[in-house]
């Protein structure tokens, strides 16, 4: 079985909104990378789905996984 680490982890304070760090991620192709709730910046989401990646963003309530 192979694995792969993470090669990019930023922790913020929980006041911190997602959206406003996106800008410092160097996205890489056919990677998967995971939002809080309150990510929401559909033309963000759009280019990470534009190289061949996933994204994994939670809810309040139940996890949705969007592919293409």
Do not use: N
Not at 21 to 39: A, H
């Amino acid at each position: 079985v192979a694995t792969r680490s993470p090669t990019y982890i930023h922790i913020t304070e929980a006041r911190l909104q997602d959206v406003k760090t996106m800008g410092e991620i160097l996205y890489d192709p056919k990677e998967f990378y995971i939002f809080d709730k309150g990510y929401y910046d559909l033309a963000g989401l759009y280019g990470i789905q534009g190289i061949g990646s996933m994204f994994i963003r939670w809810t309040k309530h139940h996890l949705i996984v969007i592919s293409f």
